[in-house]
């Protein structure tokens, strides 16, 4: 609210200014508590937060009344930027960004489309930012995110092995995850070089990891098979 307690307060902030917004806020309201918070309209001061759920989306954006010199950033999936600058009608900088669950603690990919220095050196405090040039492409990496529960569910069936072996719960959860903590730091260390590299430097002939490459073949066939199904309903959706 315009007269409320928490405008007063935030007034006197110098510090960038995160609003969240949804449905039942007033479009008029809004740009006033703006135009309080950020009188000399300094760039990057406010952040709106709007979460409208992406069936609201096309319904509510062209109520808002964006400036021309303002930067819009949507995490909206199933909306793409075509139908976004449709949408709000304004010559505004409009960028896509679809943050990750990671990012709640400071970790993660972040895919940013089309690629903006601002807005990477913004999200890139709380993840890693990856611009990426072409609309289409950026499917391919959203559509990977469909792989995080099927990764948890190989944590939990490995240690619910260890744990019908003998070992206690929360040892092997523990030693499980810092197993693949330690693979996937070591991983992003090399990250600039073929990840087979890594692959083959893990193995021994005729031991445990070769054993496992070819048990896991099947599966990660499986793991191929779902990652296209899931690009195919991001591209349905976009």
């Not at 492409?137 to 069936?157: I, Q």
Request: aromatic share 8%; with cysteine.
């Amino acid at each position: 609210q315009l007269d409320g307690g928490h405008v007063e307060f935030c007034r006197g902030i110098e510090n960038p200014i995160g609003i969240k917004c949804g449905p039942s806020s007033k479009p008029d309201e809004l740009a006033k508590i703006c135009e309080v918070l950020n009188p000399k309209n300094e760039t990057g001061k406010i952040t709106l937060i709007s979460r409208f759920g992406h069936q609201n989306g096309e319904k509510i954006l062209p109520k808002l009344n964006f400036k021309s010199n303002q930067k819009i950033i949507s995490f909206i999936s199933t909306i793409n930027l075509a139908q976004l600058k449709k949408v709000v009608k304004k010559k505004a900088k409009i960028v896509r960004a679809i943050p990750l669950p990671p990012i709640s603690l400071g970790k993660g990919p972040l895919p940013l489309f089309p690629p903006d220095k601002q807005i990477k050196n913004f999200f890139n405090k709380i993840g890693t930012t990856i611009e990426i040039k072409s609309e289409k492409k950026s499917t391919n990496f959203w559509a990977t995110s469909g792989m995080m529960a099927p990764f948890y569910e190989m944590l939990k069936v490995m240690s619910d092995w260890l744990v019908k072996k003998g070992v206690k719960r929360n040892n092997a959860q523990q030693y499980i995850t810092s197993l693949f903590l330690a693979l996937s730091e070591d991983a992003v260390m090399n990250s600039r070089e073929n990840l087979k590299n890594l692959f083959k430097e893990s193995q021994t002939p005729k031991g445990w990891n070769e054993q496992g490459v070819r048990e896991l073949t099947l599966y990660i066939l499986h793991i191929s098979t779902t990652t296209r199904r899931t690009q195919s309903t991001y591209a349905d959706l976009g």
